[in-house]
């Protein structure tokens, strides 16, 4: 079975929701987004949610083909690209009910955090009612921190 997670990119204002399929382990998935999180702190991303969120989509597509995607080939319609999945970064409205795993990319304190996540179920009384509720566990079982550089104003 696929381990997955959920990642949430926030600022003082916004956030997105990102949803991984699979590998949503920190082995691979934190990893990967400690790479993306550099570009912050390189300065090539603004730190808003708003402005630099799509590029998680574009990380993971190119995560998902193995470093090697063409985007000629989805636009152009070329039969050689057949995958229903846009890459391994998918848009979500909220988290979702089967993850594992929780990143946080928060761009006020300027830290990636990753997190454990419990499931529990509730039974209520009536005959078939059930409600599970996620919550995190505990602390981050890791971190990291990354200063951001403002993007320069064009």
């Not at 599970?132 to 951001?148: A, H, N, R, V, W």
């Amino acid at each position: 079975m696929s381990t997955r997670a959920n990642i949430k990119i926030q600022d003082s204002y916004n956030e997105l929701y990102f949803y991984r399929h699979s590998d949503g382990y920190p082995e691979v998935t934190f990893k990967s987004l400690k790479g993306f999180v550099n570009f912050y702190k390189d300065g090539k991303f603004r730190n808003n949610v708003s402005q630099s969120a799509g590029w998680l989509i574009l990380w993971g597509a190119i995560e998902y083909e193995n470093k090697s995607i063409q985007l000629g080939k989805i636009i152009n319609n070329n039969e050689d690209y057949d995958d229903w999945k846009v890459g391994s970064y998918e848009p979500t409205t909220c988290m979702h009910g089967d993850v594992e795993y929780f990143y946080v990319i928060d761009l006020v304190e300027s830290e990636l955090r990753a997190y454990e996540v419990v499931r529990k179920i509730e039974k209520r009384e009536e005959w078939g009612e059930a409600n599970e509720k996620l919550t995190l566990k505990g602390k981050p079982i890791q971190t990291y921190s990354f200063k951001i550089q403002e993007k320069e104003s064009r």
